[in-house]
Nanobody, 130 residues
Framework: QVQLVESGGGSVQAGGSLRLSCAASGLSYSTYYMGWFRQAPGKEREGVAA????????SYSDSVKGRFTISRDNVQNTLYLQMNDLKTEDTAMYYCTAGRGGVYSGNWLPPLASPRYNYWGQGTQVTVSS
């Protein structure tokens, strides 16, 4: 069965950095676009970054653009999220997700909408203190 296992969360002070990882198994990893979503208590789940199957195309939410970098290793079947200059508002549970479908050409960009994704991990907590 498909498994997405996140790691790398923790507590950090504002301005600090964390790197999240997601180990994927049970799926043809290189054929899926991948994403990172987050959800804070009392708030809706938000897509923060996504990457195309080959890694050439990325999408970021405005709230993290310029601070977060998504990347993937299609040999190790691992997804990463490098988070720099963390802010208290980045505090949330972070989820790794995999999706497939559509035509990956032209102006296509990996989506940040959760209905476009098929599989989800259990999440890793990120807490940023001031």
């Amino acid at each position: 069965q498909v498994q997405l296992v996140e790691s790398g969360g923790g507590s950090v002070q504002a301005g600090g950095s964390l790197r999240l990882s997601c180990a994927a198994s049970g799926l043809s990893y290189s054929t899926y676009y991948m994403g990172w979503f987050r959800q804070a208590p009392g708030k809706e789940r938000e897509g923060v970054a996504a990457i195309s199957p080959g890694g050439a195309r990325t999408s970021y939410s405005d709230s993290v653009k310029g601070r977060f970098t998504i990347s993937r290793d299609n040999v190790q079947n691992t997804l990463y999220l490098q988070m720099n200059d963390l802010k208290t508002e980045d505090t949330a549970m972070y989820y790794c997700t995999a999706g497939r479908g559509g035509v990956y050409s032209g102006n296509w960009l990996p989506p940040l909408a959760s209905p476009r994704y098929n599989y989800w991990g259990q999440g890793t907590q990120v807490t940023v203190s001031s």
